[in-house]
Structures are given as structure tokens and as C-alpha cells.
T-cell receptor, first 110, second 119 residues
């Protein structure tokens, strides 16, 4: 079993829909990243959080440390949101290494 | 946000030649940079941790003589794929974290990636 599990692995939505991607992890962490990877391959960091909730535009990320669970929400989804979303965690040791989930491929149809 | 520039974005080379990929932090200093490899439809696989002024730390199974890493300054790390073979064809991407007292508290920024094709 992977240390970081994402669900769903694939997601197709209609433009305007509210989208939720989930991430569960089994290790102690110091922080969690939500990353976005577009078809060209480049990766953008959307959020880094260690508690509570963060919001940026139409994106919202939450984390529950006790339950070892994080969610990424996209409101009013748009075709340009189509990408792979990756959850990655920093282990509790101070190594700076990220442990990656397998990614969620999102396609938003117009 | 901070910018990490990776160059080249794609490269095609012949078997047996070497290819150098650069990763630069443009507006911050990075004591530590990470090099990843990604196969199609798979997640990123950490190859090595690049430390400024010292030897890189390689993950198990990664050949240090094949994938040479140099981190000569606080803003530049290079990955050289030596004697490249078709099986080295992959997507390589770097990330950098700002220098700080507590590495764990600093956000990671990623380069654009390099798609290497060895023919």
C-alpha cells in the first residue's frame, strides 16, 4: 500500500461542476503539497499546508492532521483546469524529501 | 511565487552521448535541489538530492556514475546523463527549496522539466 493514496485516479467533469480530489496518507508529516501538472509536464505548486484550510481563487485545500487526510476542491470548474493533480507530503524528518501520491487526472469538458 | 528554471525543455541525443540538464533558482537561494524522473502515466521518482558544495545523495538503484549531479552554487544544479541509452529516455524534473533554518517549512518549486529522447 502506498504511503500517499489519492482518489479518484481519474475524474471527468462538466464545466462549472464542483470537484473534490482526496488524499490520504499513512505517515507522520510536517506539511503537504498540492501540485498541478499540465500535459506539457511542468509542475506548479498550488498549496503547501500543515493545518486548516487555504484558498486561492477557485481552489480550496483542506487538511485534517488527526485523520491524515487532505482534500483539494475546485469550484466552478473550467476546461483549463484539466491537468494531473498530485498530493505530496513531507515526512516528519527534516530531509526535505517529498512522498508523492499517484496523481489524479482531471478532465473538464466544456 | 519563486521561479525555478530548467533547461533545456526537450532534447534528442544519440546513444552513447552525454546530456546536461540545468536547474536554476531565479529569485532565491537553494541549498538543496532534488532531481526526479517520471515515466509516462506514473508519478515522480526521486533520483537524488543535490546539496550545494557537497556530494549528491542518490536514491537506491540510481547509478551515480551514470547520472552525475553538480551543485556548484546556491542557484544552480546540473544533472548530466552520461553515455545515454534509449532506456534513459524519460521526463526529468528538478525542484528547489529556499534556504532556511528548517528545510521542512519551505515550499518546493519545480522546474518545467526536460523531456529526453535517446535515439
Amino acid at each position: 500500500k502506498n504511503e500517499v493514496e489519492q482518489s479518484p485516479q481519474n475524474l471527468t467533469a462538466q464545466e462549472g461542476e464542483f470537484i473534490t480530489i482526496n488524499c490520504s496518507y499513512s505517515v507522520g508529516i510536517s506539511a503537504l503539497h498540492w501540485l498541478q501538472q499540465h500535459p506539457g509536464g511542468g509542475i506548479v505548486s498550488l498549496f503547501m499546508l500543515s493545518s486548516g484550510k487555504k484558498k486561492h481563487g477557485r481552489l480550496i485545500a483542506t487538511i485534517n492532521i488527526q485523520e491524515k487526510h487532505s482534500s483539494l476542491h475546485i469550484t466552478a470548474s473550467h476546461p483549463r483546469d484539466s491537468a494531473v493533480y498530485i498530493c505530496a507530503v513531507y515526512g516528519s524528518g527534516n530531509t526535505g524529501k517529498l512522498i508523492f501520491g499517484q496523481g489524479t487526472t482531471l478532465q473538464v469538458k466544456p | 511565487g519563486a521561479v525555478v528554471s530548467q533547461h533545456p525543455s526537450w532534447v534528442i541525443c544519440k546513444s552513447g552521448t552525454s546530456v546536461k540538464i540545468e536547474c536554476r533558482s531565479l529569485d532565491f537561494q537553494a541549498t538543496t535541489m532534488f532531481w526526479y524522473r517520471q515515466f509516462p502515466k506514473q508519478s515522480l521518482m526521486l533520483m537524488a538530492t543535490s546539496n550545494e558544495g557537497s556530494k549528491a545523495t542518490y536514491e537506491q538503484g540510481v547509478e551515480k556514475d551514470k547520472f552525475l549531479i553538480n551543485h556548484a552554487s546556491l542557484t544552480l544544479s546540473t544533472l548530466t546523463v552520461t553515455s545515454a541509452h534509449p532506456e534513459d529516455s524519460s521526463f526529468y524534473i528538478c525542484s528547489a527549496r529556499a534556504t532556511g533554518l528548517l528545510v521542512m517549512n519551505t515550499e518546493a518549486f519545480f522546474g518545467q522539466g526536460t523531456r529526453l529522447t535517446v535515439v
